[in-house]
């Protein structure tokens, strides 16, 4: 079983930063994919950036240039910079981990798992 502990909850004023980080237990040796999705009351998770294992980055139009993603491969923890915050960023941020596992035949299965939110708060 996969956990993952996720840290920087926090409240800033619009035009702060905020830093989150969200380390897998140890027992992980490989984690693909690493991301972060926001989610408002009543409503679905949506992708805000993510990195691969190899440290190739994709994010949503609405943080390209605030928000930075990067990874320690060897500590199996992901951050997120946020600067320039802007109220319609308050959520609750989610973690998530792809890991890979093979199967009895050689194929590779992806298991997804979640971290428990942390609250990023920007008041305007």
């Known amino acids: 079983q996969v956990q993952l502990e996720e840290s920087g909850e926090g409240w800033v004023q619009a035009g702060g930063s905020l830093r989150l980080s969200c380390a897998a237990s140890?027992?992980?040796?490989?984690?693909?994919?690493m991301a972060w999705y926001p989610q408002d009351p009543g409503k679905q998770r949506e992708l805000v950036a993510e990195?691969?294992?190899?440290?190739?980055?994709n994010y949503a139009d609405s943080v390209k240039g605030r928000f930075t993603i990067s990874r320690d491969n060897a500590k199996n923890t992901v951050f997120l910079q946020m600067t320039s915050l802007k109220s319609e960023d308050t959520s609750v941020y989610y973690c998530?981990?792809?890991?890979?596992?093979?199967?009895?035949?050689?194929?590779?299965?992806?298991?997804?798992?979640w971290g428990q939110g942390t609250q990023v708060t920007v008041s305007s």
């Open positions: 990195i691969t294992r190899g440290g190739r980055t």
């Open positions: 998530k981990a792809e890991v890979p596992v093979r199967s009895a035949i050689g194929t590779y299965n992806f298991h997804y798992y």
């Open positions: 140890a027992t992980i040796f490989r984690i693909n994919t």
